[in-house]
Each structure stands twice: as C-alpha cells, then as structure tokens.
C-alpha cells in the first residue's frame, strides 16, 4: 500500500521590505509505505512493515498587530523558515508458536530533523537580528512480548528497550539598545574617577559621556552560540496474568 500527500499554501500574509506576498507561503509532503508479508512456507507467520516520510517548509504565520485587521503585513527582512524533515520505520513480527502461545517483536526507529532560521526582531534592523536553531533527533525501540490464553487463563510477558539521542545547535544575534546596557551616571562616576562616593560635577560628566556614547552608538549586537547533546535510555520489563472463575 503507498500514499501521498502534498499540500502547499502560497499565504496571506505580505511582506513590503522583501517584496513578497507569500510570506508564510507552506509547502508539505507526506509519503506512506506499508507492506505485509504472511509466508505459506511458515504457519502463523506475519510480518508487516510500515515506512513513513515527512517534508515540510513553512515561513512566518505572525503579523504586525498595528497594522492588523486592516492590513495583513509583516516588516522583516529577514525570510524566516521553518523546516521539519523526518523518517519513520517500524517493522512487526507475530508467530502463532501454539494454539495457546503467541510471540510478537515490535521493531520502531525515528529520525527527525527541526531547522529554523527567524527574524527576531521581526523588523528592518538588518541581519544581525537573525536566530538559527537546528535540532536531529534518532530514536529507536524495540518490544519483544509472549502473549498465551488458555481457558482459565490469559497473559503476557515481555521486555521493552528504548533510546534517544537529541543534537541541537542555536545559533542567535540579538539587538540590545546601548541606554539599557550602559550602567547610571553615579556608577560610571565611581568607575571612571575611582571613587565611591563621586561629587556632583563627576556626576554630570559621566552622564555626558554616557549620553554621547548612546549617541554614537544606539544599539549593538549580542551573539548566543549553544550546542547541546542528549541521550535517554529506558529499559523495562512487564508482564500480567490474568484468571477467569
């Protein structure tokens, strides 16, 4: 069995910097495969194996509250995107080993991916307001189960493995405006004439030069770099009985 969806939206949102009205513009594919498999050759027998694939892109579904309802706009001039890409396969195996005994492997491994790169001040400042965050995550589990009924009884044993394994980078420069970073004029008094107590007329030169500082220079940009790992391991171990009277 095979399956396939693709869906794409060109948007409704316009965006005047890029000259754009397909700012939030979403494309998506889906892709599914399913196969199963029952041997004659091997009694009870059954083997079904399940893939699925997912690829999709979206840009930036916010608006700019000023302007809306009037007007659906956004003022970036940086596209953002927004990718998700990711695999899935899982393969299941059920052998009837009796009239009473049943046993069953499930078989599961994801692969995913998260990128996205946005505008964070979703304005015309320039490039240095840019964010990028990339993230891969690789999971896999795996169940193995003994399932039996007999008319007084029925139940199951079975041991369940589970692992995970999570890769993420960030990547962001943010804007930060020079009069909210620079200390108060009685601060910069104390650090640039040594004092703890400055007099008036230090004072009021740290607060000139602090003013003509903001002057000179608005605003600057502050880079964030993280990386990060993760791992998860689960293991456990289950079983139930139950008896009818």
């Not at 890029?18 to 196969?35: C, I, Y």
């Not at 990028?132 to 999971?139: L, T, Y």
């Not at 804007?175 to 007329?201: C, N, W």
Request: charged share 25%; proline share 4%; net charge negative.
């Amino acid at each position: 069995r095979l399956a396939v969806d693709d869906t794409s939206s060109d948007g409704w949102i316009t965006n005047p910097p890029l000259n754009t009205d397909e700012s939030d513009r979403r494309e998506a594919t889906t892709f599914r495969a399913k196969a199963l498999w029952t041997p004659a050759s091997v009694d009870g027998l059954s083997l079904s194996l399940n893939y699925t694939n997912i690829d999709s892109v979206t840009g930036d579904g916010r608006v700019l509250e000023s302007a809306y309802p009037s007007q659906r706009i956004t003022r970036e001039n940086l596209q953002t995107r927004i990718g998700d890409e990711g695999d899935i396969a899982s393969l299941i195996v059920d052998y009837e080993l009796s009239d009473i005994w049943t046993l069953t492997s499930g078989t599961a491994y994801t692969d995913s991916a998260l990128d996205s790169f946005i505008d964070t001040t979703r304005d015309e400042t320039g490039g240095a307001s840019a964010s990028q965050f990339n993230s891969n995550d690789k999971i896999t589990s795996q169940e193995f189960r003994a399932s039996f009924q007999t008319e007084r009884f029925r139940g199951l044993f079975g041991l369940f493995l589970y692992n995970q394994q999570r890769d993420t980078v960030q990547d962001a420069t943010s804007i930060v405006g020079t009069d909210l970073a620079l200390p108060d004029p009685f601060t910069i008094a104390q650090l640039f004439f040594m004092t703890p107590t400055p007099s008036e007329l230090q004072i009021a030169q740290a607060a000139a030069i602090r003013q003509a500082t903001v002057g000179l220079q608005p605003s600057f940009p502050v880079d964030f770099d993280r990386t990060s790992d993760l791992e998860i391991d689960n293991r456990a171990i289950f079983g139930e009985i139950e008896y009818f009277l």
